[in-house]
C-alpha cells in the first residue's frame, strides 16, 4: 500500500505535532509518524518524571494550533517568579518577577506527556491530517519530492516534503546525509520528581554551585520536579543508591529553600550533548526541534526554541502554497533556515557561555558572577529584557500569531 503526502512528518513528539497541528484545516495533505502514542493521562497519576518549563512565546504557539485547552485541562503549573544565586545566597541572588513586565506569568511546567497528548488530540481532530501511530519506521529514503517512509507492516508512505521532527537522534537527517556538529557536555542531569512539605509553589529557582546548578521546578500540588546537575560519576553514584540515602542527599545538597522532601515518585538521568544541523533544510526536507538542535537544558529552553521552529516552519510552507509556489523547494525552505538557525546558534551559544561560568570553582570566573548576579538585580532594564528573552518575547514573536492573516 502507498500512501501520499504533500508534507509526511517524522515524529509525532511536541515539535512534530505542532507543525502538524499548524498544517491543520489547510489544502496541505499531512501524514505524521509517531513510535508510540503516550499512555492516557489521569489526574490521579504522580507527575511524570520529563517536564518542561514552557515559555510564554510557546504557550501563545500551542494556543494558536489550539491545544492550550487540552494541557490546562489536564495539568500544569505557572510559575510567576524565577530566582538564581550562587552558593551564599544573601551576597549574589536574583528574582524575576511577571509583575515587572506586567506579565500574569513567566511560564508554566508542564509534563511532556501532557503536552504531546494535547497536541495529538488536537491533530486528530483535522481532517486533512493522517496520524500514523503506533508504527515502526524501517526504512527512510530520503529523495527530493518523493521522499519514502517504509513501515514494518510493508506500508509505504511517501512524502512531497519530509519533516524530520523525530530528535537528537533523527534518522530523518541521516537519510538526508545532513550534519551535525557536537560535543557531550562533561555533566550529566540527575531529575527527581518529589512530593514537598510546601503547598503549590509560583517560583522556580536555581542555585549555582562549583559541580552544576541544583534546580526546581515547581508542578500542580505540593509536587516539585529537582534536577541536579553533576559529573557523570557522581550522577551515577546517585542513581544507584536506595531510595533513602538519595531523599537524604538530596535534603542535604539542596538549599534550605527546598524544604523537606516527603516522597520520591521517580528518579532518571539524561546525558548533556550540543548538537546542531550543519543545515536545517534541503531540496525536499526540513529539520525542526531536536532534530536540528540539541542544547543544555539549564535554562529550559530546547522545546521552546523546537516550537518557534515549528511555528516559522508552518509559516513558511502555507504562505509558499498559498502564493502556488513549491514549498518543498530549496529556496522556499530557506526562509525558514534563515529565520529559525541563527536565532538557535545564539541560543545555545548562550546557554554554553553559563554552562561554562556557572559550573566551576576558578576564582576570577566566581567573583564575575557574583558581581554579575549583584548588578543583574540591581539592574532593572538589562534584568526585563532577559526576562522576556527567556518568555521568548523579545525579538521576532511566533510566526504562527500571523498565520490567519497569510
Ligand atoms: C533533563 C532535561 C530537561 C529539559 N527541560 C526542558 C525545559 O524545561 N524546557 C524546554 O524547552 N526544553 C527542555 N528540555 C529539552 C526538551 O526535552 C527537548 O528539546 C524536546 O523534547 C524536543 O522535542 P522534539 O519533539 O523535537 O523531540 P523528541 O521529544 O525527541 O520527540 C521525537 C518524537 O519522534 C518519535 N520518533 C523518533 N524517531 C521516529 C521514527 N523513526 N519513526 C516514528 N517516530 C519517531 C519519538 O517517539 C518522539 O515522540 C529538557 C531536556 C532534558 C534532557
Redesign the pocket.
Known amino acids: 500500500m502507498d500512501k501520499r503526502y504533500d508534507v509526511l512528518i517524522?515524529?509525532?513528539?511536541?515539535?512534530?505535532?505542532?507543525i502538524a497541528c499548524a498544517l491543520g484545516g489547510s489544502d496541505l495533505k499531512v501524514g505524521v509518524?509517531?513510535?508510540?502514542y503516550?499512555p492516557a493521562f489521569d489526574h490521579d497519576q504522580a507527575h511524570d518524571l520529563?517536564?518542561?518549563?514552557?515559555?510564554v512565546a510557546?504557550q501563545n504557539i500551542i494556543d494558536m494550533v489550539g491545544a492550550w485547552e487540552g494541557i490546562i485541562s489536564r495539568r500544569s503549573c505557572p510559575y510567576m517568579r524565577m530566582k538564581v544565586w550562587e552558593a551564599d545566597e544573601a551576597r549574589a541572588a536574583t528574582e524575576f518577577n511577571a509583575d515587572d513586565i506586567q506579565q500574569p506569568y513567566l511560564g508554566h511546567?508542564v509534563e511532556?506527556r501532557v503536552i504531546?497528548l494535547a497536541l495529538l488530540e488536537r491533530l486528530k481532530a483535522f481532517g486533512n491530517i493522517d496520524l500514523i501511530?503506533p508504527?515502526?519506521?524501517v526504512e527512510?529514503d530520503y529523495s527530493p519530492g518523493c521522499s519514502l517512509?517504509r513501515l514494518d507492516d510493508g506500508t509505504e508512505l511517501v512524502g512531497k516534503l519530509l519533516v524530520a521532527?523525530?530528535?537528537?537522534?533523527?534518522?530523518?537527517r541521516q537519510a538526508a546525509g545532513i550534519g551535525v556538529h557536537k560535543w557531550d557536555y562533561e555533566q550529566q542531569?540527575l531529575?527527581a520528581s518529589v512530593k514537598t512539605s510546601y503547598p503549590q509553589q509560583d517560583i522556580t529557582w536555581q542555585q549555582f554551585t562549583a559541580t552544576g546548578p541544583l534546580a526546581f521546578?515547581p508542578l500542580s500540588g505540593d509536587n516539585a520536579s529537582l534536577?541536579w546537575y553533576n559529573t557523570p560519576s557522581e550522577v551515577k553514584r546517585l542513581m544507584a543508591l536506595p531510595e533513602e540515602p538519595l531523599m537524604k542527599e538530596l535534603h542535604q545538597t539542596f538549599p534550605a529553600a527546598l524544604g523537606n522532601i516527603d516522597q520520591l515518585f521517580e528518579r532518571?538521568y539524561?546525558?548533556?550533548r550540543r548538537q546542531h544541523a550543519q543545515q536545517y533544510v534541503a531540496e525536499g526536507v526540513a529539520l525542526?526541534?531536536?532534530?536540528?538542535?540539541?542544547?543544555h537544558?539549564l535554562?529550559?529552553?530546547?522545546?521552546?526554541?523546537?516550537?518557534l521552529?515549528a511555528a516559522a516552519l508552518a509559516e513558511v510552507i502555507l504562505k509558499a502554497e498559498r502564493a502556488g509556489q513549491d514549498y518543498s523547494s530549496l529556496a522556499v525552505l530557506k526562509q525558514y533556515e534563515s529565520e529559525r538557525r541563527n536565532s538557535n546558534l545564539l541560543m545555545m551559544q548562550t546557554m554554553d557561555t553559563f554552562y561554562r561560568i556557572f559550573s566551576n570553582e576558578i576564582l576570577p570566573l566566581k567573583l564575575i558572577r557574583n558581581i554579575g548576579l549583584g548588578i543583574a538585580e540591581r539592574a532593572l532594564p538589562a534584568k526585563n529584557k532577559v526576562m522576556r528573552f527567556a518568555m521568548g518575547l523579545e525579538g521576532k514573536l511566533p510566526a504562527l500569531a500571523r498565520l490567519e492573516e497569510i
Open positions: 517524522v515524529g509525532g513528539g511536541m515539535v512534530g505535532s505542532t509518524v509517531e513510535y508510540r503516550p520529563r517536564v518542561s518549563a514552557l515559555s510557546s511546567i511532556n504531546q501511530c508504527a515502526t519506521t527512510i517512509v521532527a523525530d530528535g537528537g537522534e533523527s534518522r530523518v542531569a531529575v521546578l534536577v532518571g539524561f546525558p548533556l525542526a526541534g531536536d532534530s536540528a538542535h540539541m542544547i537544558p535554562a529550559g529552553q530546547g522545546v521552546n526554541i523546537g516550537l521552529d
